[in-house]
């Protein structure tokens, strides 16, 4: 099973700029579909962004240019670069990496974005 290690987020003023990362751990991480979720105070958790091996991306709409999600398969890592962030960002990021339906989470990363 893989594991998964998120970092970078923190606190930034609105349309200011964070990188995510999220680095797993094993072999074979290009078989694993890789997400960024996010989930904010009395809120379900929503996706914000996926990427599959082979690099095609989706995106929510609340997202839809100004994130960005990549990966570097030989780092065994996922990004998430977010861009002209809005209070309304705020949340914990969660990485996942998918396969087969079973989803394996990282702890999550604090992004607070100040008005």
């Known amino acids: 099973q893989v594991h998964v290690v998120e970092s970078g987020g923190g606190l930034v003023q609105a349309g200011g700029s964070l990188r995510l990362s999220c680095e797993a751990s094993?072999?074979?991480?290009?078989?694993?579909?890789m997400g960024w979720y996010r989930q904010a105070p009395g809120m379900q958790r929503e996706v914000v962004a996926t990427?599959?091996?082979?690099?095609?991306?989706t995106y929510a709409d609340s997202v839809k240019g100004r994130f960005t999600i990549s990966r570097d398969n030989a780092k065994n890592t996922a990004y998430l670069q977010m861009n002209s962030l809005k209070p309304e960002d705020t949340a914990v990021y969660y990485c996942?990496?998918?396969?087969?339906?079973?989803?394996?989470w990282g702890q999550g990363t604090q992004v607070t974005v100040s008005s």
């Open positions: 094993g072999s074979s991480f290009r078989i694993y579909t």
């Open positions: 990427i599959l091996g082979g690099g095609y991306t």
């Open positions: 996942s990496a998918a396969r087969l339906g079973v989803y394996s």
